[in-house]
């Protein structure tokens, strides 16, 4: 992401290190009030009005995009003001915009969740649709919608009068919005339009200079010349913040020549460090021909790049522009059907890429992409291919939630195990005991199994005065001698077995791995992994005979740590999780299932919209979780190998 679309040059720059230093040893700060600057800034402000196109030779800094945007909106209403035409203050966005933080600029924008906050919009703004193809015109030609949309705008200046419109303030690529490029000409149609009703026609580039399009502008690229220019991000690539406003010269004359005093500024507008920043950033970019490399280079291999994912069944669009991209993703390609409720699945891609080492930005559920412009191209590929890794990861994720809550719908509101004998381990107490309960509601034989008879007895007594079926099975699942018996045991008493659930185990005391003894590492080993196998293996004979064998491993929340300090525990979890897999595999031929589930990961972020019932953050008690459970011993349940209840990639 270049930071948040600005280090353009990379990181760990010394030559803007230095400069930095050595401006703040000749001057570290004065102000550009009372008809004061200082020579970086000047110098500054002289090389942008060489960089940008003809007629945009004036400049006001800030500090930021938002500040910058906030002071267009001052500028263009006064503008007007003192023009004599003081109803023209309307200013026009579109949707999906964003031009900032300030009152005036999330209002200018049309940010939804950030308009909540506050009381916005502020009175005066108004807002069209973007040119966003893949939404509105997926199948329409490019000219015939760049059309359509420019029109959007010029209806809205008609619609609330041309006298009252003060400015269209346009992003050239909706960058926050989700990438959004417009169709060929459209810009150039937009601005003729503000030309035609007398209306200010401003470019906000606080992302698209310097750079990010492979020109200096996007108003270069495009043949465009705004009445305002907003700069920031790449101006100094994010080392120093740093905005600048610019002005083109029937504006500047007006507000130079009727203005008088511009009672307009910031305390550290036009700082001489950030000044003297950006003066170098700006020398790396020429020296370094990086805009060339932009254009000649990284855009084309960018976009070839991008273009390998277009074809994946979750990818409904690939688009980009410069060296920056998007990969709009999608429920169902043909036709086009989008995620509802929109934003889990973006964030979980999201999410997944940043754990492989990848930063890239969820908006809605298009992935957006900007490096810096340093960026090789194996890291362009690294990026394309981690991507396209964890779209396949996610898909079978997608596709197993989808089952998943197709099979709580089937098994919602019965009896969704009667008939079915079940062996519950560890069920004294906590997870264990609250399965069992459930389990016996739901019309199963459950057998309760755990080293404490007593506390057996106390569940068992629960259940059966609730009216189901319990009997107990004091044992010790680490005493191999009491193990092997174990099936013929249960064959004499029960006749069969159906499902399995292997709730035991031993959690004791966390500690960093130096602190951690061979007895303590062995114990939990035993406990968690090799009582389990030895379990599984006695029960095994049993299993294969039922219509509808089950296996349910549930594995320890604590192993999620890092493996160095939580050793034993992520030992024993990383061998369940091997244990189910080679046990799913060797019974594939078999009406067997087998499965893993934490209670601490109930719930994922894919799952959310599914089963917002449960979050583990918000469950009080162990038998708030069991629903799960009931879903994965169910007859009904196909699920086998996977990390349920939502199998996570890598």
Request: net charge negative; hydrophobic share 45%; with cysteine.
């Amino acid at each position: 992401m270049a930071g948040l679309w600005c280090v353009n040059v990379g990181y760990g720059r010394k030559e803007l290190t230095r400069a930095a230093a050595q401006q703040m040893e000749k001057l570290a700060y004065y102000n550009t009030f009372f008809k004061t600057t200082t020579p970086p800034t000047a110098a500054l402000a002289g090389k942008l009005a060489e960089l940008m196109p003809d007629g945009l030779d004036h400049v006001v800094f800030a500090n930021s995009g938002s500040e910058a945007l906030d002071s267009i909106v001052r500028f263009c209403r006064h503008f007007w003001a003192l023009e004599g035409k003081p109803d023209k203050w309307i200013m026009i966005g579109r949707e999906e915009g964003y031009h900032g933080s300030t009152l005036a600029t999330i209002s200018l924008g049309n940010m939804p969740a950030m308009q909540a906050q506050g009381r916005l919009p502020l009175p005066g703004f108004e807002h069209v649709d973007a040119p966003y193809a893949f939404k509105y015109a997926p199948d329409t030609d490019p000219e015939i919608f760049a059309e359509v949309a420019a029109g959007w705008i010029e209806a809205k200046i008609e619609a609330l009068g041309a006298e009252t419109v003060a400015a269209v303030v346009i992003e050239p690529v909706q960058a926050a919005g989700g990438v959004i490029i417009p169709p060929p000409g459209y810009l150039k149609r937009v601005q003729d339009i503000c030309r035609r009703h007398d209306v200010l026609f401003v470019l906000d580039e606080v992302m698209s200079a310097f750079g990010r399009l492979g020109a200096w502008s996007a108003a270069e690229r495009f043949g465009l010349t705004p009445d305002f220019m907003a700069l920031a991000k790449g101006l100094s690539s994010g080392y120093q913040p740093i905005s600048a406003v610019m002005i083109g010269q029937r504006v500047a004359r007006t507000l130079i020549d009727k203005g008088r005093d511009l009672a307009h500024g910031f305390t550290n507008a036009g700082h001489p460090v950030a000044a003297a920043v950006a003066l170098e950033n700006l020398a790396i970019i020429e020296r370094e021909g990086l805009i060339e490399r932009v254009r000649d280079d990284l855009e084309p291999y960018f976009a070839n790049a991008l273009a390998r994912l277009a074809d994946h069944p979750l990818v409904g669009e690939v688009r980009s522009i410069g060296l920056i991209g998007a990969v709009e993703l999608v429920q169902q390609r043909t036709p086009c059907l989008l995620f509802e409720p929109s934003g889990i699945v973006g964030a979980v891609v999201r999410t997944q890429m940043q754990q492989r080492g990848v930063i890239l930005r969820a908006v809605r559920d298009a992935l957006v992409i900007g490096p810096p412009f340093v960026v090789s191209h194996a890291e362009i590929d690294r990026i394309v291919d981690t991507l396209a890794s964890v779209l396949d990861g996610v898909a079978r994720e997608i596709e197993l939630v989808a089952a998943n809550q197709d099979l709580a719908q089937a098994t919602a509101g019965g009896r969704a195990l009667a008939g079915l004998t079940c062996l519950i381990t560890g069920a004294s107490r906590g997870i264990g005991a609250a399965v069992a309960e459930r389990y016996a509601a739901e019309g199963a034989r459950v057998v309760l199994a755990a080293r404490s008879e007593s506390l057996l007895n106390t569940v068992a007594e629960r259940i059966r005065k609730a009216g189901g079926q319990a009997a107990t099975l004091a044992i010790d699942l680490t005493d191999a001698d009491a193990v092997a018996g174990l099936s013929d045991r249960i064959a004499s008493k029960l006749g069969n077995l159906d499902v399995v659930v292997a709730s035991h185990g031993v959690l004791g005391d966390l500690a960093p791995l130096p602190e951690i003894t061979d007895d303590g590492f062995d114990t939990v080993v035993t406990a968690n992994l090799t009582a389990t196998f030895q379990l599984i293996r006695a029960l095994d004979p049993l299993l294969r005979a039922s219509a509808a064998g089950r296996v349910l491993l549930v594995t320890s929340g604590a192993a999620d740590g890092e493996v160095p300090r939580w050793a034993p525990y992520a030992a024993s979890k990383a061998g369940l999780e091997a244990l189910a897999r080679a046990y799913a595999a060797e019974t594939r031929d078999t009406a067997i299932r087998v499965n893993l589930i934490d209670p601490g990961e109930v719930r994922t972020d894919m799952r959310a919209a599914a089963f917002p019932e449960e979050d583990p953050n918000r469950l009080p008690l162990p038998s708030a979780m069991t629903d799960a459970f009931v879903r994965l011993a169910s007859p009904l349940c196909s699920f086998t190998g996977a990390r349920v209840p939502a199998e996570t990639a890598g």
